[in-house]
């Protein structure tokens, strides 16, 4: 026997309801992740003179001395690839990755009375830090590769989705690492003495001044676990029409940030009540 139409509409009002509660709680927390971005973006840029120009003075810094080794040592890029591009999509996405790390990794620690207010979750503060830090880094990225492409009259650029995609994953290997850092810390707070040597060999591992095809067979192969490494080949690949590097995976990436999302979401419930 079929059920009759106000007795279908009985049943869905419950189904209704719950799907309007839980679209008006989603568009709350997003409010929330909008102001706490504006607030960052205030506490991190808005008392220096110049602004959004400190966000430029590290990578431009360090791009600056490899180039000037580059030129020195008369070392070139792999063929097809200038020095500054080759170096931006090395270290920019190196640097999104570790900006995260750090922000995310921050986030409870730098901002502890705002989680009196109830609309605030942690990871609301992961969450906005993260977001601030990648669209600043993307900036920086693009900026960099406007001026070099007016530099050098040539713009090598094969897929800008790939581009993007890259990025997009060292955001989310940075956050969703320095999510599992944030939790250890809130139970641990001498945890934040050992990020720095944790971190540190992933600079020199990560592909950011050379390339993989450059590297010999054993080597490379213990190289290839550094999910960094492949992040950096993708986002090369992806720029430049005449690299194409067959030694980078999306998939391991996306295991890593997986892996690491599911660790940190598990620790930041275990720490929730100390925070």
């Known amino acids: ?35 706490l971005i504006l607030r960052e973006t205030r506490s991190r840029f ?13 990578p431009l810094s360090t791009i600056a001395l490899f180039w000037g ?8 890029p792999h063929a097809g690839m200038d020095p500054i591009g080759f170096l931006s999509t090395g270290f920019l996405p190196y640097y999104i990755f570790t900006g995260c790390q750090a922000k995310a990794g921050a986030a409870v620690q730098s901002n502890k009375a705002l989680l009196y207010y109830p609309q605030v979750h942690p990871l609301d503060l992961v969450a906005a830090r993260a977001i601030l830090e990648t669209v600043t880094l993307t900036i920086v990225f693009f900026f960099l590769m406007l001026l070099n492409t007016i530099y050098t009259q040539h713009l090598p650029l094969e ?9 997009g994953l060292a955001a989310l290997l940075g956050t969703s690492l320095g999510l599992v850092f944030c939790a250890i810390k809130i139970e ?10 944790l971190m540190r060999p992933l600079f020199w ?20 676990w550094n999910p960094v490494l492949h992040i950096v080949e993708f986002t090369r690949d992806g720029w430049f029409r005449n690299y194409d590097s067959p030694y980078h995976s999306y998939e391991y990436v996306l295991l890593w940030i997986l892996g690491l999302g599911f660790v940190g979401l598990f620790l930041e419930k275990l720490t929730r009540r100390k925070i």
């Open 1 to 35: 026997m079929g059920l009759r139409p106000g007795r279908i509409a009985e049943y869905n009002k419950p189904m209704n309801s719950a799907v309007r509660e839980l679209t008006k709680g989603f568009f709350a927390q997003l409010h929330v992740i909008h102001a």
């Open 46 to 58: 808005g008392k220096y003179n110049l602004g959004y120009i400190w966000a430029f003075v590290s």
């Open 69 to 76: 080794m580059f030129a020195i040592g008369k070392r070139a």
């Open 159 to 167: 897929s800008s989705l790939q581009t993007l995609s890259g990025l």
């Open 188 to 197: 641990f707070p001498t945890f934040d003495h050992l990020i720095g040597p």
């Open 205 to 224: 591992t990560s592909g950011l001044f050379f390339s993989v095809s450059e590297i010999p067979g054993w080597t490379r192969d213990l190289l290839l």
